[in-house]
């Protein structure tokens, strides 16, 4: 079992910055890569960052490549999620989830993920 409490989420003006993160607890978080997901009022739940369980891949939606960066610190069972040049368009819950795997591929699939946190949310402002 493992346990996911997400934090970091706010307020912010359109262009500006939040970085989250995702504690973990329960076993070893290394064991596990670690996605990030979104979901918007009236909208479904999508796939936003992913990462290795090294940390050395990582994959991302294309609404958020280059203005996103996922990275984690096993030593410190966390993963985070920096997020620059904000815009409306970003404002959802976010929720980080573990995926066991002994394989190397990540996925951008809420299907495959095991566990899930009870979400952050971010409000852009414009």
């Known amino acids: 079992q493992v346990q996911l409490v997400e934090s970091g989420g706010g307020l912010v003006q359109a262009g500006g910055s939040l970085r989250l993160s995702c504690a973990a607890s329960?076993?070893?978080?290394?064991?596990?890569?670690m996605g990030w997901f979104r979901q918007a009022p009236g909208k479904e739940r999508e796939f936003v960052a992913a990462?290795?369980?090294?940390?050395?891949?990582?994959y991302y939606a294309r609404s958020v490549r280059g203005r996103f960066t996922i990275s984690r610190d096993n030593a410190k069972n966390t993963v985070y999620l920096q997020m620059n040049s904000l815009t409306p368009e970003d404002t959802a819950v976010y929720y980080c989830?573990?995926?066991?795997?002994?394989?190397?591929?990540?996925?951008?699939?809420?299907?495959?993920?095991?566990?899930w946190g009870q979400g952050t949310q971010v409000t852009v402002s414009s």
């Open positions: 989830a573990a995926r066991f795997t002994t394989g190397y591929m990540l996925s951008g699939s809420e299907n495959e993920y095991h566990y």
């Open positions: 329960g076993r070893t978080f290394s064991s596990y890569t």
């Open positions: 990462i290795s369980r090294s940390g050395g891949s990582t």
